[in-house]
C-alpha cells in the first residue's frame, strides 16, 4: 500500500482521457461503474443508516452521484437529489430520468444544515472532481458552506469537493471535512491530506497496461468486488 | 421463490424495450451491468479455474459476453474471445476495442470441441438471448454442436442458446446443457427446463414500478451483491 501512487491533476485527465479516446470506453459505462462503485462503499460504511441526501453537481462527478444514487435506491436505502445545476447533454437528462422513474425525490430548494440534518441520515457531496479548479462558482459557494458544516456523516465521490486537487482544503472555499471518499480510478494527492473514518478504492476498471503506464500501484480488489479499502 | 414469475418471450421483449424507451437507460449502461452480473456468477461459481473461452453472438447476449470479458480479466482470469459475426455498430467495435486494448485473444478459427477442451476450463456460450426465435443460421450450428458436446463447464448468459425461449430444447437444434446460467432481469420460462448445477439471477436494475406492473416476484439481492442464486 505504502508505494500507491497519488495522482497529480494532470494524470488524472489524461488518464480519464485514454480510458474514452483509446480504450474507447463510453462515459455511460465508467459513470456506471463509479456509481456502483460509490453506492456500495456508502452501503457498506453506513448499512443502519437509510435516508441518503445526494449533492449533484454540473459534471461527471455530478453523473456519478445520479448512478450511486439509483443503485442505492436499489440497495434498500431512501435516496434524494439535489441538483441545482443541471446540465442538458442526453446522458444527464437519461440519468435523471431513471432516478426520477424510480421514484427518487428531486429536492428543490437549497437544502440548509438544518433541513439536512432533518431530512437526512447521510449526505453525499458529488459536486465536484479532479476536474475542479478554483474558484467555486458564487451558486455552489453556499452549498459547500452548509455541507462543511454538517454533523450528519459526509461522503464524497473522488475527492472532497472545493479541495484543490493537489493541495487540498483551499482556504478561500467551505472545507469539507468528509468521513467517507470513494477515490475512483486511483487517489489523487489531495488524499494524503485525507483524515476521515473510511477512504475506499472504486473504478475497478484500468486496465494493466494503463496501470503500468502511469506507475499506478493499486491495491488488489478482493474477489469479485468492486471496492477495496485503503489504509489512510 | 415458488411465487417467482418467468416470462415469456414477450414479456422479456416488453421489459426490456420499457427499460430502454421509458426509463432511458443506455444500452451501455444495462449491458455493463449485465455483464458484470455474469462475470460475478462465473467467478464466484468457478473460482480455481482460469481459462475462459467466451463465444459471442451478434446481439445484445453477445455484447453481454463481451463486457463479462473484461470484467473476468479484471477478476484474474484469462478470458478468451471467439466472436464469428460482428456487428459494425460503435458499441460493438468499441466492446471489442476495450478487450483488445486488455489484451484479451480473439479467437479466429472456429474451436473444435477438442480445442475446447484443450485450451480453456470453462466455456462461456453468450450467443443468443431472450430475442432468438429458430431456426439457427447455419454459420452457428456447428458452434452449437461444438458447445453440446462440450465436457468442460459450460456457463449460459440469460437462456443457453439454440434453447425455446419458452419451451426451452429444441429438436432441430443441437442442445446445450449448461452447468451455470445466469438469467438475467428475470428468468424466462425456458429455466423451469433448467437442469444444471448453478443458475444464479443478474442484472439488478430492474425498478420496483416495473417489477410490480410485470408482476414479477424477484428475490431479494443479498447486501450490495449483483447477483442471487436461485433454487432451481
Redesign the interface.
Known sequence: MSKMKYLCQKEAIAIDEELFN?????V??LM??AG?SS??AI??CYPDKKRVLICVGPGNNGGDGLVAARHLK??GFIPSIFYPKRTDKP?Y??LT??CK???INFVEEFPSEQTIQKQADIVVDALFGFGFKPPVRPQFQPILESLSKTSIPLCSIDIPSGWDVEEGPNNEIPSLSPELVISLTAPKICMKKFNGKYHFLGG??V???LKEKYGLELPE?P??ECIVKLNN
Chains 1, 2 share one sequence.
Do not use: I
Not at 483509446?22 to 463510453?26: A, I, L, N, P
Open positions: 483509446v480504450y474507447r470506453f463510453s455511460d459505462q456506471e461503474l456502483l453506492a456500495t452501503a457498506k436499489m440497495f446522458l437528462t437519461n430520468n431513471q422513474m424510480m421514484g475497478r476498471f486496465p494493466n497496461a480488489y474477489g469479485t
